[in-house]
């Protein structure tokens, strides 16, 4: 019923800058808090980023906290991380989701996107 496909992810140098968007089709996107989580192989999928459905106060993981910054555009149905000073740690699968629920837990979060990769060179 809610689609959400990310784009925007490609490969980037240590110290440099990316913009991930997600567009969301289906539902009432202004009722979503939207969130970003991020995986590498092997390890459990990580949260980064949410925004909630109203006032837009958000939530970051303390290693991007300062870095990063996740937006939304009600008006176009899209949520927006930009990524700035990417280190070789960022380097994973990122994803959008949306929940209706006020939570960074990924499964409290419902609607997924397929992902989109991040790779960083040096």
């Given at each position: 019923q809610v689609q959400l496909v990310e784009s925007g992810g490609g490969l980037?140098?240590?110290g440099g800058s990316l913009r991930l968007s997600c567009s969301v089709s289906g539902g009432t996107f202004s009722t979503y808090r939207m969130a970003w989580f991020r995986q590498v192989t092997g390890k459990e999928r990580e949260?980064?980023?949410s925004i909630s459905n109203t006032v837009g106060s958000t939530r970051y993981v303390d290693s991007v906290r300062g870095r990063f910054t996740i937006s939304r555009d009600n008006a176009k149905n899209t949520v927006y991380l930009q990524m700035n000073n990417l280190k070789p740690e960022d380097a994973a699968l990122y994803y959008c989701a949306a929940t209706t629920l006020d939570t960074v837990l990924p499964?409290?979060?419902r609607s997924w996107g397929q992902g989109t990769q991040v790779t960083l060179s040096s």
């Open positions: 980037v140098q240590v949260f980064v980023a499964t409290r979060y």
